[in-house]
């Protein structure tokens, strides 16, 4: 097969979890410009439909958005069901949402890990984690059926190295009453490698691959003084644009990427090698 064809996703179906979020919409351009038909599952109906109406005004595709709680396997399995019952098929699977508690704010503290709220750290991961894992046996299982299909796991550079604190310091305050990025972050994130490895293990002999993508931080009008900070922590010396993931998402969802199960994929300007 041609190299550039076998990036190609003609036909194919191509369920985006988290799809109204930064960068849900931006997974399912990608599947679109390949050929595919994205689907975006999120908890907000208002947030999957602008996402799926931006990608279809982009394209000129279909692009179907449904309401799912993820965390709720007989609603992961609703939807499934009447997927299957428009499109008659799924062929791949992006476990891309999440629960992104925002650091700083007018209590810092509150996500340091000695405050962090039970009921945040509980939400987090039945969002990062639980979430992900109904949604790749779920879907696994119906990919499986039909002799195969992928899984790509959006992890993050803190899915492989530890937060960096300082980068979230405020000025004037003391020690225990500076932010961090909550512990559920890197609990999730590394969490999702160690899915991959298992669901890409449990399913080679059912023709379903599943990789992780770790991207770095992307710029998203963060202030200025964080944007310097970070930026000294990446070898390219900026953060990352929001399409600059679309390319390897084609990749792991596509035949180019056919002999690749159990991986990971780090873009991250650079960040996790320094
Ligand atoms: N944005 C970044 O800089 C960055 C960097 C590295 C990794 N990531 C990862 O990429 C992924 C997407 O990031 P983002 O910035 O687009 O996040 P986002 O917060 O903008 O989007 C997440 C989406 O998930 C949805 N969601 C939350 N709970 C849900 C549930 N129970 N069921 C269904 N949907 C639910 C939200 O409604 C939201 O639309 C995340 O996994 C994030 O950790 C992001």
């Given amino acids: 097969m041609n190299v550039l064809d076998s990036f190609r996703l ?25 050929g595919g038909v994205p689907v975006l599952w999120d908890i907000s109906l208002s947030a999957a439909e602008a996402a799926a109406d931006e990608v279809r005004r982009a394209t000129g595709t279909a692009c179907e958005a449904q309401c ?11 939807a499934l069901a009447a997927l299957l019952a428009r499109l008659g098929r799924v062929d791949g699977l992006v476990n891309n949402a999440a629960r992104n508690p925002q650091v700083g704010s007018a209590q810092p503290a509150w996500s340091r890990l000695e405050n962090y709220p039970l009921d945040a750290w509980e939400a987090d991961l039945a969002v990062g984690l639980t ?11 119906a990919m499986a059926a039909r002799g195969g299909g992928v899984i790509v796991n959006i992890s ?11 980068l979230y310091r405020q000025p004037g305050l003391p020690e225990d009453q500076q932010p961090a ?7 999730v994130k ?4 160690g899915l991959t490895k298992y669901l890409a293990t449990y399913y080679a002999d059912r023709g379903v691959r599943a990789n992780a993508l770790a991207p770095g931080g992307v710029e998203a009008g963060q202030p ?23 390319a390897a998402v084609v990749f792991l969802l596509s035949q180019a990427s056919a002999y690749m199960t159990g991986s ?11």
């Fill in 264 to 274: 990971v994929i780090c873009i991250d300007g650079g960040r996790t090698c320094w």
């Fill in 68 to 78: 799912v709680d993820i965390t709720s396997q007989q609603q992961v399995e609703g």
């Fill in 10 to 34: 003609d036909g194919q179906v191509v369920v985006i979890t988290g799809g109204g979020g930064l960068l849900g919409p931006v997974h399912g351009l990608a599947v679109a410009e390949a």
């Fill in 131 to 141: 979430g992900a894992m109904l949604c790749s046996r779920v879907l696994g299982e």
């Fill in 156 to 166: 993050s550079d803190l899915g492989v190295i530890a937060p960096d604190q300082r």
């Fill in 224 to 246: 200025e003084e964080f944007l310097q900070r970070i930026t000294s922590l990446i070898p390219l010396g900026r953060m990352a644009r929001r399409d600059e993931y679309k």
């Fill in 181 to 187: 990025k909550p512990v559920s972050y890197s609990v």
């Fill in 190 to 193: 590394h969490g999702l490698i």
